[in-house]
């Protein structure tokens, strides 16, 4: 297969394929989960007719017990996805807490953020051969195991060093599974690759949740940074992966993708006929996955920022109580509903200028947070930066799965997803490095 060298050189899609597009979603956005893996019969005629262009055909779920099963698996990722919601909405209100019980300053327990960054820098290195060797269906519960035993260790509130330490595994495992969706490299590769009819609100909803997530968990753990046991918080988290452990190994059945896409009725992956050395060379060669990678490990990197730094900012910066945590749920639920409500005017306006127009509001609403000094303004504006920094990850996710060669889906949405996963560990570094030196004041400017 030709290796397209950017985005200008992909395939053009005819009329009667499906393809991987936010604009979908626009259209019945009530359709149930079932529906979502269950096209209608004009669509099945044409996922099952031959285009001229050779692009990927998928045919749609054949049999009732095809369809339930494809909605297994669909809540199952939705779980994935909302243990990854709940863990980055958790730190940033306990870290004031944290500097307070382990006597740390910015800098320090910024360490936290470059440990996990090593974790996930090294699963987004490991993933292609992982998923590979193992299957999707071993690799995912391998992650949620070894999230389970880091989230364990931390809960028990051990010495800072062992502390960080453990965020190495958060991270790494993190990469494969739970972190988020911009950079759930497992999920989105998965739903990239089994694709059916509907596949952006397949995407939507799955992001969606995890916003849910998102928001819900700063509810939580504000009330735990009150109180004296305030690791217990990271038991809610491990009660949740093992839940979603058991889901996995229920649905999954530590089957390989071929196996998982045959029980729902779809055709297995392309995965060509290529060695592994030679899909990650021709990965590697691929200039749009690059940029992909550098958009997403930047912007999760501003998203993570904001909602681990915010509430530091506030206290310090806006004389902010203790209710100060609740502002990363105004963000992250800003986030979820953006992703859905806006997506009739990134039809409307176009999926390419509506980004830049997205980012231009989302630049006006930091310098709200930066000049405005009010807890409640800054509250009310941290939220709409959320509500329009939504979109923007969903639009290049799709995008990016109707442009890789569909043979390197698997290993290009990957790369750019784990990449994401640093992005995320990196940028609130930096923040706590620059604020150890001029104030947690740097996190706008930044």
Same mark, same amino acid.
């Given at each position: 297969?030709?290796?397209?060298?950017?985005?200008?050189?992909?395939?053009?899609?005819?009329?009667?394929?499906?393809?991987?597009?936010?604009?979908?979603?626009?259209?019945?956005?009530?359709?149930?989960?079932?529906?979502?893996?269950?096209?209608?019969?004009?669509?099945?005629?044409?996922?099952?007719?031959?285009?001229?262009?050779?692009?990927?055909?998928? $045919?749609?779920?054949?049999?009732?017990?095809?369809?339930?099963?494809?909605?297994?698996?669909?809540?199952?990722?939705?779980?994935?996805?909302?243990? %990854?919601?709940?863990?980055?909405?958790?730190?940033?209100?306990?870290?004031?807490?944290?500097?307070?019980?382990?006597?740390?300053?910015? %800098?320090?327990?910024?360490?936290?953020?470059?440990?996990?960054?090593?974790?996930?820098?090294?699963?987004?290195?490991?993933?292609?051969?992982?998923?590979?060797?193992?299957?999707?269906?071993?690799?995912?519960?391998?992650?949620?195991?070894?999230?389970?035993?880091?989230?364990?260790?931390?809960?028990?509130?051990?010495?800072?060093?062992?502390?960080?330490?453990?965020?190495?595994?958060?991270?790494?495992?993190?990469?494969?599974?739970?972190?988020? $969706?911009?950079?759930?490299?497992?999920?989105?590769?998965?739903?990239?690759?089994?694709?059916?009819?509907?596949?952006?609100?397949?995407?939507?909803?799955?992001?969606?949740?995890?916003?849910?997530?998102?928001?819900?968990?700063?509810?939580?753990?504000?009330?735990?940074?009150?109180?004296?046991?305030?690791?217990?918080?990271?038991?809610?988290?491990?009660?949740?992966?093992?839940?979603?452990?058991?889901?996995?190994?229920?649905?999954?059945?530590?089957?390989?993708?071929?196996?998982?896409?045959?029980?729902?009725?779809?055709? $297995?992956?392309?995965?060509?006929?290529?060695?592994?050395?030679?899909?990650?060379?021709?990965?590697?060669?691929?200039?749009?996955?690059?940029?992909?990678?550098?958009?997403?490990?930047?912007?999760?990197?501003?998203?993570?920022?904001?909602?681990?730094?915010?509430?530091?900012?506030?206290?310090?910066?806006?004389?902010?109580?203790?209710?100060?945590?609740?502002? $990363?749920?105004?963000?992250?639920?800003?986030?979820?509903?953006?992703?859905?409500?806006?997506?009739?005017?990134?039809?409307?306006?176009?999926?390419?200028?509506?980004?830049?127009?997205?980012?231009?509001?989302?630049?006006?609403?930091?310098?709200?947070?930066?000049?405005?000094?009010?807890?409640?303004?800054?509250?009310?504006?941290?939220?709409?930066?959320?509500?329009?920094?939504?979109?923007?990850?969903?639009?290049?996710?799709?995008?990016?799965?109707?442009?890789?060669?569909?043979?390197?889906?698997?290993?290009?949405?990957?790369?750019?997803?784990?990449?994401?996963?640093?992005?995320?560990?990196?940028?609130?570094?930096?923040?706590?490095?620059?604020?150890?030196?001029?104030?947690?004041?740097?996190?706008?400017?930044?």
């Amino acid at each position: 297969m030709q290796v397209h060298d950017d985005v200008e050189a992909a395939p053009r899609h005819e009329k009667g394929e499906l393809r991987v597009t936010v604009d979908e979603k626009a259209q019945g956005s009530a359709t149930d989960i079932a529906e979502v893996f269950s096209p209608s019969g004009s669509e099945l005629e044409k996922q099952q007719s031959t285009e001229d262009d050779g692009a990927r055909v998928l $045919p749609g779920v054949q049999t009732p017990a095809m369809r339930r099963k494809a909605t297994m698996q669909f809540v199952t990722l939705c779980c994935s996805m909302f243990v %990854a919601g709940w863990n980055d909405g958790t730190l940033g209100p306990l870290l004031p807490r944290i500097q307070e019980v382990y006597h740390v300053g910015y %800098a320090v327990v910024s360490l936290i953020f470059v440990v996990s960054c090593t974790g996930a820098v090294l699963g987004s290195c490991t993933f292609l051969y992982m998923f590979d060797r193992l299957g999707y269906g071993l690799v995912v519960v391998l992650a949620s195991c070894l999230m389970i035993i880091a989230y364990a260790l931390e809960a028990a509130a051990v010495p800072f060093p062992v502390f960080v330490v453990v965020y190495f595994f958060i991270g790494y495992g993190g990469s494969f599974l739970v972190r988020r $969706p911009e950079f759930n490299s497992g999920s989105n590769v998965f739903l990239a690759n089994v694709s059916v009819g509907k596949a952006s609100r397949r995407f939507g909803m799955l992001h969606g949740v995890y916003g849910l997530g998102a928001m819900a968990s700063p509810l939580v753990s504000t009330q735990f940074a009150l109180l004296p046991h305030w690791s217990f918080v990271y038991l809610i988290h491990l009660g949740l992966l093992i839940i979603t452990a058991i889901m996995q190994v229920i649905t999954f059945k530590f089957q390989n993708q071929e196996q998982c896409a045959k029980e729902i009725g779809q055709p $297995p992956p392309d995965n060509g006929s290529d060695s592994l050395l030679l899909r990650y060379k021709r990965v590697f060669r691929l200039r749009v996955v690059h940029l992909m990678a550098l958009f997403a490990f930047i912007y999760v990197g501003i998203e993570v920022s904001i909602g681990s730094w915010i509430v530091t900012y506030v206290i310090k910066l806006r004389n902010g109580g203790p209710d100060s945590g609740y502002i $990363p749920s105004g963000l992250f639920g800003g986030l979820m509903i953006g992703r859905v409500a806006l997506l009739p005017f990134s039809k409307l306006v176009g999926e390419r200028r509506v980004i830049f127009l997205y980012i231009l509001l989302v630049m006006a609403l930091e310098f709200v947070v930066w000049f405005v000094h009010s807890q409640v303004g800054d509250a009310l504006a941290v939220a709409f930066i959320g509500f329009f920094l939504g979109p923007l990850f969903p639009i290049m996710t799709n995008h990016a799965g109707g442009i890789l060669p569909p043979d390197l889906i698997s290993g290009g949405v990957g790369w750019i997803a784990s990449w994401g996963a640093a992005g995320a560990a990196v940028w609130p570094f930096v923040v706590g490095a620059i604020a150890s030196r001029t104030g947690i004041g740097s996190l706008t400017p930044l």
